[in-house]
């Protein structure tokens, strides 16, 4: 089947090694045989602005929402980035790649107990590729190559290619393409925005917002003999809390990350009952300015603003208090499609000499009329976005501009992001996989992605995003991408600070949770389980 040739083909791919704090390494699987029941206690950081995982793209809806709901294909426990089905029991590509197969597992119950069948895929993915007025979708420029979707029969689904796109298997592996009931977004097409109703092994109980979310086992569950927990119990929990939390036991586990003090502080408190992960991370932190505001419409101001920023130094000390570490360009650092240190030299803001680097900055300032600039800098009210937004604050007074830092809770980010009302902001972006569709969307045009939040238009990068998305031959593929790099950073529309490094910490009790280089993957808890307390 090509499911197997897919696999082998991506083996070699996007897999890079974890270093290892402690006993648990990143691909290695759980010593003994799972245990059922028990409640897993864990943490997040903050509240979801919606339960919409089409409409989001945040941690916060992720680490609560993905257990409920089932994708058509995921990564492989254990073996990432391999590819294997979710709903989808095997599927194949056409010769040409214009066409996509996907067969369903069969009696697959919605947790209304209803039968999903290819029509609820059908559905979704039309809701992500054209959503209906009033709802919206960050999935929507991932789908721009699809043309048409089929349904023959119930268990099978067809989609059709309007031409060739070399990531479209990252698409569809995506945990944010959760498979919705079709009848349901008939009768509300944003109904998912507050409601939960899916596939996936664990059925809603209740939002407390402020406080807890709270899933129950599926008995109905399409895959036999999961999930392993009795449920699970998502408390909503300020980053510090966490530290103690954990490290008291009074949960179990947070999934998205620590600093390194964080680590261990905790590792101090758990000793024996402690387990790290770490890994680099496919997230990095970005300074977005608002094309649409003077003087950020200037690509004079905006490449002074970059060029002030010394993201050498900054990685040098940043990475010792918090998750920010390497630097890097619009992909991940160490990667197959990124850029060298050397060859990054050469992008304004890169290069290595602070003074010289300044120097222009003051000129393009000067020469913009923005010699005593100021603005506010929207950001999070959380770490490590805190901390970066200190950093560019500082890097910025070093050449004579004044940023005030305006924290906000996360909705209230989000909603900013979205609407325009900002000057600049520390920004963010996550992807799933190195492939670099999904990684250079967010610099594209505002009228072609929503994610792309610095609202600018910019042809030649969508000229050039286009071309990089349907070249198969991987080395000129990547000099497609290193073209899109170097315009990306001469325009500055937006630009990288630094990208984040990953560490996990779990009390040991948490086995069968995979580690990874993103952590919007292996959220769905079917493969987690609880070893019994030490006696």
Same mark, same amino acid.
């Given at each position: 089947m090509a499911e197997d040739t897919h696999h082998l083909s991506r083996r070699a791919m996007l897999a890079m090694p974890a270093l290892?704090?402690? !006993?648990?390494?990143?691909?290695?699987?759980?010593?003994?045989? %799972?245990?059922?029941?028990?409640? +897993? $206690? /864990?943490?997040?950081?903050?509240?979801?602005?919606?339960?919409?995982?089409?409409? !989001?793209?945040?941690?916060?809806?992720?680490?609560?929402?993905? %257990?409920?709901?089932?994708?058509? +294909? $995921? /990564?492989?426990?254990?073996?990432?980035?391999?590819?294997?089905g979710d709903l989808a029991q095997s599927w194949e590509a056409a010769p040409d790649q214009l066409t996509y197969t996907f067969r369903l597992h069969p009696n697959v119950r919605f947790h209304d107990g209803t039968i999903l069948t290819s029509e609820d895929v059908r559905a979704s993915y039309a809701r992500m590729i054209a959503p209906p007025e009033g709802v919206t979708s960050n999935r929507q420029p991932a789908f721009g190559q699809i043309g048409a979707i089929e349904t023959p029969d119930p268990l099978t689904v067809v989609f059709k290619m309007k031409r060739v796109d070399a990531s479209i298997m990252d698409t569809f592996v995506s945990p944010w393409n959760s498979i919705f009931s079709a009848a349901r977004l008939r009768a509300e097409p944003n109904w998912p925005a507050r409601n939960i109703m899916g596939t996936g092994p664990f059925r809603f109980v209740e939002h407390v917002a402020g406080s807890h979310w709270v899933g129950q086992k599926f008995d109905g569950y399409f895959?036999?003999?999961?999930?392993?927990?009795?449920?699970?119990?998502?408390?909503?929990?300020?980053?510090?809390?966490?530290?103690?939390?954990l490290s008291g036991r009074q949960i179990l586990a947070e999934f998205r990350g620590f600093t390194p003090v964080e680590r261990d502080r905790i590792m101090r408190g758990l000793g024996a009952d402690g387990r790290t992960f770490e890994s680099s991370w496919m997230l990095h932190m970005l300074l977005s300015f608002n094309n649409e505001k003077p003087p950020f419409d200037d690509v004079r101001v905006r490449r002074a603003l970059s060029l002030a920023l010394d993201r050498w130094g900054g990685s040098t000390s940043?990475?010792?208090?918090?998750?920010?570490?390497?630097?890097?360009?619009?992909?991940?650092?160490?990667?197959?499609?990124?850029?060298?240190?050397?060859?990054?030299e050469r992008w304004p803001g890169y290069g290595r000499d602070m003074a010289a680097n300044r120097a222009e900055a003051r000129r393009?300032?000067?020469?913009?009329?923005?010699?005593?600039?100021?603005?506010?800098?929207?950001?999070?009210?959380?770490?490590?976005?805190?901390?970066?937004?200190?950093?560019?604050?500082?890097q910025l007074r070093q050449i004579g501009v004044r940023a005030e830092h305006q924290q906000v809770?996360?909705?209230?980010?989000?909603?900013?992001?979205?609407?325009?009302?900002?000057?600049?902001?520390?920004?963010?972006?996550?992807?799933?996989?190195?492939?670099?569709?999904?990684?250079?969307?967010?610099?594209?045009?505002k009228d072609r992605a929503g994610v792309a939040t610095a609202r600018a238009i910019d042809r030649e990068l969508d000229r050039l995003f286009d071309a990089q998305a349907q070249e198969i031959d991987k080395a000129k593929r990547k000099q497609l991408v290193g073209k899109f790099e170097d315009r990306a950073f001469e325009q500055a529309h937006l630009v990288p600070i630094l990208w984040f490094q990953r560490l996990v910490v779990l009390n040991r009790r948490v086995q069968g949770w995979t580690m990874s280089p993103t952590h919007m993957i292996y959220q769905d808890l079917a493969d987690v389980w609880l070893a019994p307390e030490r006696g």
């Open positions: 290892v704090y402690g !006993t648990a390494a990143l691909g290695q699987t759980p010593a003994g045989e %799972p245990q059922r029941g028990g409640t +897993l $206690q /864990y943490a997040v950081a903050a509240e979801p602005p919606t339960y919409d995982l089409h409409q !989001t793209g945040t941690f916060a809806v992720m680490h609560r929402v993905a %257990p409920h709901y089932s994708t058509l +294909l $995921q /990564y492989e426990q254990f073996n990432y980035p391999n590819i294997v895959k036999q003999g999961k999930p392993y927990l009795d449920g699970f119990r998502a408390i909503t929990m300020a980053p510090s809390a966490m530290v103690n939390a940043l990475s010792r208090i918090s998750q920010l570490g390497a630097v890097g360009g619009m992909v991940r650092p160490g990667s197959e499609w990124s850029s060298t240190p050397a060859e990054m393009l300032l000067r020469e913009a009329g923005q010699e005593n600039l100021s603005f506010t800098l929207m950001n999070r009210n959380h770490q490590p976005y805190v901390t970066a937004g200190i950093f560019v604050i500082d809770e996360l909705a209230s980010w989000y909603a900013n992001q979205g609407s325009g009302g900002f000057e600049a902001m520390i920004d963010s972006f996550t992807q799933l996989s190195d492939d670099p569709t999904n990684v250079l969307v967010k610099y594209i045009s």
